[in-house]
């Protein structure tokens, strides 16, 4: 469930952030609170389905992330991925 979502319950229900975050985890709903959570796996996955033909906005959409967030995480991991590791 995406932060846009949230707010939308919270505002239509009456329910405070927590309150809906609780009965979210309660029923087994996964919530990003902070960015987008890529490993090597996702990474990799993403790879795959572009090379199949399949677009960023599609992909995103499989992710339930926005573009941008896919976009910026997907850079995020490159970079460290890149960067030299200390001995």
Same mark, same amino acid.
């Given at each position: ?5 949230? #707010?939308? @319950? ?8 927590? =309150? ?5 985890? %309660? $029923?087994?709903?996964?919530?990003? #609170?902070?960015? @987008?959570?890529?490993? %090597?796996? =996702? ?5 795959e389905l572009r090379s199949s033909g399949v677009? $960023?906005?599609?992909? %995103?959409?499989?992710?339930?992330v926005s573009p941008g967030g896919l976009y !910026?995480?997907? !850079?995020? $991991?490159?970079?460290?991925? #890149?960067? +030299?590791? +200390? +001995?």
């Amino acid at each position: 469930m995406s932060g846009g979502e949230r #707010l939308w @319950v919270t505002g239509r229900y009456g329910l405070t952030r927590a =309150r809906v975050l609780s009965l979210l985890a %309660a $029923h087994g709903v996964r919530v990003r #609170l902070h960015g @987008v959570a890529v490993n %090597a796996e =996702r990474v990799v996955e993403y790879a795959e389905l572009r090379s199949s033909g399949v677009g $960023h906005e599609e992909i %995103a959409a499989r992710f339930g992330v926005s573009p941008g967030g896919l976009y !910026r995480a997907i !850079r995020k $991991h490159r970079e460290a991925s #890149l960067s +030299p590791h +200390p +001995p």
